[in-house]
């Protein structure tokens, strides 16, 4: 018996090591234990050794899922504009609203996708991204912005929800002609849904798609390790949420006179419903509704965290934006997109600031759609494959000190402004390429200006402040976050 049973063993340790062992001329990287893989690496801290003992191209890998993390630009420019490349991990499905988990933009693949991107695109550019015209909307959040930073009457406060709901409202008023009062109850909710995801484990809600076989655990015990109940309170709050909207644009919807997004949406879909090979779904239109509603908040949001950072942590950066602003703009009117030529050094700090902040520290995964090969290792089909913006960021190869805080490194000897040309990563590359960076840039531009014209940003007295920063939902945060904003005299 003891045989067989040592027999038995040893045939399944040899059917581990032929099944789940490295694939040849893969990129190096950590040793893999069976099953296990090794350590995961979530965030750029994690990252960052791999880079200096294995060099710019390493594979690593977390349980089912192995992984290769590009340090360099250039390669990571040109593999993340292949088409081979533009594939998602499976397990973004899990997030996603769409019954089909096949809907929107950010984490489906295929016909759907592209369909899905197309659509988009043409109706963002359509209903005024890009345009001079949008700037008047976004105006009207800042100026909202302003008057909501007035009543805190320069009592120290961490960032205000009013930070992320300003940047909604206005992909929100494109999508859905709508606007939320900055301090919306309704959009407080989804808020708090998100707030109770990112202050738990994001390794221990991600653990069960490293490690599959932890969703054969029963529901209680998923609940409780894993988080998983505060995934699924996140997701219910989005879909209930966006539904209603969309649902009140059915019962409201003139196909002659469509008012936004998701009335274009709803004409295209009425006018194929006969089609049988339409793509055209509520439920993938309840995905792009979700995908706008995260990018038009979460990523504005943490960018104007680190803006107003930035200026408390370097107060002779404040002053010399200042000056220039007051030099060009009388002090009764907003910063317009029009000033732009005449404001180098705004336009310098906020570049800047995209560099220094790197918010995506490690992108958004992609996957190889095919077997394939990067600088002439091998990436058989499946595998993730995801840049290190922090590394691009940080390269010493593009940036001269790069970790100093410098937006005069974008300015020419004639004092105009000089756009990146090579090693910024901010918006990525390709056929994922954030597709809202003209209007991203747009709101940037305004909601850093209308602070920086209106406030001085203090550090509160016996505050000392941190130069780390952590990690929410895959996006770089300050760890300090509590200011006080003075009304400039």
């Known amino acids: 018996m003891i045989l067989e049973l040592s027999l038995l063993f040893l045939l399944l340790l040899l ?56 340090f360099d630009y250039k390669t990571s420019k040109e593999v993340m504009a292949r088409a081979d490349m533009a594939g998602r991990p499976d397990f973004f499905a899990s997030f996603s609203i769409d019954d089909q988990k096949t809907g ?11 369909h899905d991107r197309r659509f988009m695109l043409r109706n963002l550019r359509n209903l005024g991204m890009g345009k001079t015209y949008l700037e008047d909307a976004v105006h009207v959040e800042a100026e909202a912005l302003v008057e909501d930073l007035k009543k805190y009457d320069q009592q120290p406060i961490a960032y205000p929800d009013s930070f992320r ?22 959009v407080k909710l989804i808020y708090k849904a998100s707030t109770d995801l990112q202050s738990s484990s994001m390794a221990l809600i991600m653990l069960p798609f490293f490690f599959p076989f932890l969703k054969k655990l029963p529901n209680i015990l998923q609940k409780f390790i894993f988080k998983q109940n505060l995934v699924d309170a996140f997701i219910e709050k989005m879909r209930d949420t966006i539904t209603k909207t969309v649902d009140e644009h059915e019962e409201q919807l003139d196909l002659d006179n469509p008012r936004d997004l998701i009335d274009e949406y709803l004409k295209d879909m009425k006018e194929q419903e006969h089609d049988k090979e339409t793509l055209y779904r509520k439920g993938a239109l309840l995905q792009i509704v979700r995908d706008l509603f995260d990018a038009g908040s979460d990523t504005i949001n943490a960018t104007i965290k680190w803006v107003v950072y930035l200026l408390a942590r370097y107060p002779q950066v404040t002053k010399k934006i200042q000056q220039e602003i007051d030099e060009v703009v009388p002090r009764d009117r907003m910063v317009s997109l029009q000033d732009k030529p005449n404001l180098p050094y705004v336009e310098a700090f906020i570049t800047e600031t995209l560099r220094f902040s790197s918010l995506a520290g490690l992108n958004t995964q992609h996957t190889a759609m095919q077997d394939t090969t990067i600088e002439g290792y091998s990436i058989p089909k499946g595998t993730v494959v995801v840049s290190s913006n922090y590394a691009i960021h940080f390269d010493p190869q593009y940036w001269d000190q790069p970790h100093n805080f410098s937006p005069e490194r974008f300015i020419d000897e004639d004092g105009k402004f000089q756009a990146p040309k090579e090693g910024f990563f901010a918006f990525s590359s390709g056929r994922r390429q ?19 014209q209106n406030f001085e940003v203090l550090v509160p007295d016996g505050v000392q402040l941190s130069d780390d920063a952590h990690d929410l939902l895959g996006m770089r945060a300050p760890v300090s976050d509590t200011f006080i904003y003075k009304t400039r005299s």
């Open 15 to 70: 059917y581990v090591y032929v099944t789940d062992r490295k694939p040849p001329n893969m990129p190096p990287g950590p040793t893999e234990i069976p099953i296990l893989g090794g350590m995961p690496v979530l965030d750029e801290k994690q990252a960052h050794p791999l880079r200096e003992k294995y060099g710019d191209i390493v594979t690593v890998r977390t349980g089912a899922i192995r992984s290769v993390i590009l």
């Open 165 to 186: 709901t300003a940047a909604l409202n206005v992909i929100w008023q494109m999508t859905a002609s709508r606007r939320y009062d900055l301090r919306s109850e309704e």
């Open 104 to 114: 929107g933009i950010a984490s489906s693949v295929g016909p759907q996708w592209q």
């Open 434 to 452: 954030c597709p809202g960076e003209t209007l991203a840039r747009m709101e940037v531009f305004v909601f850093a200006t209308a602070i920086i």
